[in-house]
């Protein structure tokens, strides 16, 4: 008895093995290099958050700045993973790179931007005491302040949270 054999000659392949994979044509040219500006704009939103870490005002418009390069290239790769796919051809290489890159410059500097929103006090009393702090006591003495201002900050902000109780009117 014959076996079947569908179109394309496939057949039965033998146990274990997968069809070999069709192979896809390389993505056009702007797709690529849209990829590959996703690519870079991640890397530069890690680099920004990594140098804008230094000053404090600096460090705002650094990381607005790599919120919205991080941002561009999330945008920039899932856009080129999708315009390949809607070609018909291979994806870019480098477009998961630009989403993954893009997406931790999002997380920290998000982040870096709550801290400074919420801490903004104590970083800028504490940037302004290592500025005249001259010997490794001084600084220590600066350290300590800013640890015991954020953990008095942390409290108050955990006791306005836990402790949201309603009153009921007395009389």
Same mark, same amino acid.
């Given at each position: 008895m014959a &076996?079947?054999? =569908?179109? +394309? %000659?496939?057949?039965?392949? @033998? &146990? +274990?093995?997968? @069809? @070999? &994979?069709?192979?896809? =044509?390389?993505?056009? @040219?702007?797709?690529?290099? &849209?990829?590959l500006t996703a690519l870079l704009l991640g890397v530069l939103s890690l680099i920004g958050l990594m140098l804008g870490l230094g000053n404090l005002r600096r460090g705002?418009?650094?990381?607005?700045l790599t919120l919205l390069f991080?941002?561009?290239?999330?945008?920039? %790769?899932? *856009?080129?993973?999708?315009k390949a796919r809607r070609g018909g051809t291979a994806r870019p290489r480098w477009a998961a790179g630009g989403v993954v890159l893009g997406c931790i410059g999002l997380v920290f500097s998000a982040l870096w931007l709550l801290v400074l929103a919420v801490f903004w006090p104590q970083l800028n009393t504490y940037y302004n005491c290592m500025g +005249?702090?001259? *010997?490794?006591?001084?600084?220590? *003495?600066?350290h300590d302040q800013f640890t015991k201002s954020v953990g008095s900050e942390i409290s108050v902000l955990?006791?306005?949270?836990?402790?949201? *109780?309603?009153?009921?009117?007395? %009389?």
């Open positions: &076996r079947y054999q =569908p179109q +394309g %000659g496939r057949g039965a392949q @033998p &146990r +274990g093995q997968l @069809p @070999p &994979r069709r192979q896809l =044509p390389p993505p056009e @040219p702007p797709v690529r290099q &849209r990829a705002v418009f650094v990381a607005v991080a941002a561009t290239a999330v945008w920039l %790769g899932v *856009t080129a993973s999708k +005249g702090a001259n *010997t490794v006591a001084a600084q220590q *003495t600066c955990q006791n306005g949270r836990l402790r949201v *109780t309603r009153r009921r009117p007395t %009389g």
